[in-house]
């Protein structure tokens, strides 16, 4: 019956989204491509000084899109430190220094690692005006690379990427505020709160008094599923019943989750001018998805361990009102996704259920990954895979009639190589450097021995993969977690996106070579396939050693 149950829930998920992909994926090409603009558009242009028709280089297009992120990187510290003189504070004082940075960071990186509990931290202007304006904008400059890369594969020898503000601006206006508006609506309906309530004594059964949080938690919630980001109102996140109250809701917000991501390849395939290649990377992202919320059932369906066999179950951690289904459904989709929101606890998983997580992120989140970089992830996967079938074939490698030289295969390397450094370095200084490891073993850690390595190692993954999702045993909150934490979602986010918009330029540079019978074609089962194994090995090869400190010790034993 359990099985049952999964195959329906996928199920329902995956004809939701076939429904949605061809109509949204279709308005999202049309939105990067039209050349008319709003006239909203036309004041902002007007206020910040930008031409909509100019093109940019892709040096320019990253000097606008790190100084936007620099400037909302200043907002968000500001506000925090300011906190308690603004309006709708709820009596909080200012975070400290180094959570306040830790948070900033955390929120323009599209990543909403939460070291606090925020209804007990922050006030509602700040998570209005900082936070819930950093999920619009940095789920919109993830968007906007995926499309520069598509159109530096799709353009021939122009050396221009498209207008990054023009990107953000339709991003935002176009796309994420009507879908979040709409979002927004049924969330409320479903019984998500929405108000400026503050807190409300209330008497419980058994005489004591207890502080009810209130909030405008509804706009937020659609907007932190639907653009990736996954910071919670409450520190439950989406296991709070005012943020995701019913069964109907929570399945509503995986596919808020989800179905951007997935109509993105289709958006690919319109700008390329091939609508098989959409489906190809479609085909990657599901066939990866489907496996991991596969394996991750199994594991926490089978209960493995002395406790949950006791109990019958893995329940632990889990809600009731979800069940294992519903949370294994949520988990696999917030890791696949890099929104980090969560409706059960990671850490409370069984050993090796909650090694699948984290190796959601460890693939680099392509499963289908965050609005705009799980496509950009994919896609330079799939520059590594063209070039690898070229050294078996022995012809120069080409994708979508490019040629993939030393430039472009060294920028993809690292690209690839930027995760793993960070996580592993990260990792490895908390345990190596004398000071902070016993800030790390006798304040951070409550859960020692190998699973308190899973915390850590989880935390660092979570952070360089821009996820923010958390094994709950481990606190955040300490000047080195906080510290190091928010420099790794910094270079995890924009390190990438350095490279991704060097591959851009350098494809719009060139001409488009035609297709002969040695072309690999990369539309095919084949290539599907090819590409699937590539991103698999790649995780394996970089993250095997380590896994065997950590979840595998612990769940194999």
């Known amino acids: 019956m359990g099985w049952l149950y999964a195959i329906l829930a996928l199920g329902s998920v995956a004809v939701v989204l076939a429904v949605l992909y061809r109509p949204l994926g279709d308005y999202m090409a049309w939105v990067y491509t039209s050349r008319r603009d709003a006239a909203v558009e036309r004041g902002l242009y007007k206020v910040i000084s930008v031409d909509p028709r100019a093109e940019q280089t892709w040096q320019a297009y990253l000097r606008g899109l790190l100084a936007f992120s620099a400037v909302g990187l200043l907002i968000v510290y500001g506000l925090q430190r300011l906190q308690q003189w603004l309006p709708y504070s709820l009596g909080l004082p200012a975070p400290s220094e180094h959570l306040s940075f830790n948070t900033a960071a955390s929120f323009v990186g599209n990543t909403n690692w939460q070291s606090y509990s925020p209804e007990l931290t922050l006030g509602y202007t700040v998570q209005m005006a900082g936070l819930a304006v950093q999920n619009f904008t940095s789920a919109a400059v993830g968007m906007a690379v995926a499309i520069a890369l598509v159109r530096g594969l799709a353009s021939r020898r122009s050396g221009t990427i498209g207008n990054f503000w023009v990107d953000l601006t339709r991003g935002i206006l176009r796309i994420l505020l009507p879908l979040a508006t709409l979002a927004a609506i049924v969330l409320a309906i479903g019984g998500v709160v929405q108000n400026f309530n503050g807190f409300t004594e209330v008497s419980t059964l058994s005489g004591a008094v207890q502080s009810i949080p209130g909030g405008p938690t509804a706009s937020q919630e659609a907007i932190k599923l639907l653009g990736t980001n996954g910071g919670g109102f409450f520190n439950a996140n989406s296991a709070h019943p005012f943020e995701n109250p019913t069964a109907w809701t929570n399945v509503f917000q995986v596919l808020l989750m989800l179905v951007i991501p997935f109509a993105l390849p289709r958006t690919f395939g319109r700008l390329v001018g091939d609508n098989r290649q959409g489906y190809a990377v479609l085909a990657v992202m599901g066939v990866l998805f489907t496996l991991s919320f596969t394996i991750l059932t199994a594991l926490e369906s089978a209960g493995q361990g ?3 066999q006791l109990a019958g179950s893995a329940m632990e951690g889990k809600e009731q009102r979800f069940g294992i289904i519903g949370s294994t459904l949520f988990a696999t989709t917030s890791t696949g996704t890099s929104t980090g929101a969560v409706n059960s606890m990671h850490d409370s998983y069984t050993a090796l259920g909650g090694m699948m997580p984290m190796l959601n992120m460890m693939l680099g989140e392509v499963t289908p990954g965050g609005v705009g970089s799980g496509l950009y992830g994919l896609l330079v996967l799939a520059i590594v895979a063209v070039f690898i079938s070229g050294l078996l074939i022995g012809r120069t490698p080409e994708y979508l009639g490019k040629k993939i030289g030393p430039r472009e295969i060294k920028l993809a390397a690292l690209y690839i190589l930027v995760m793993p450094t960070l996580v592993l370095t990260g990792t490895a200084l908390s345990f190596a450097l004398p000071g902070v490891r016993e800030e790390i073993e006798g304040v951070s850690i409550w859960n020692p021995g190998v699973h308190g390595m899973s915390e850590v190692l989880y935390a660092f993954v979570s952070a360089a993969n821009n996820n923010g999702s958390a094994f709950a045993g ?20 924009f390190l990438p996106i350095v490279f991704v918009l060097a591959l851009a330029g350098s494809f719009a540079a060139q001409d ?11 539309n095919r089962p084949q290539f599907v396939g090819m590409l699937t194994v590539v991103a698999v090995l790649l995780t394996a090869l970089t993250f095997f050693p380590v896994l065997t400190l950590g979840p595998l010790a612990e769940g194999l034993v």
């Open 306 to 308: 002395t406790a949950p």
């Open 474 to 493: 481990l606190t955040a909150n300490t000047p080195w977690l906080n510290t190091a934490l928010g420099v790794t979602i910094l270079l995890g986010r």
């Open 512 to 522: 488009t070579v035609p297709a002969t019978s040695g072309t690999l074609p990369t």
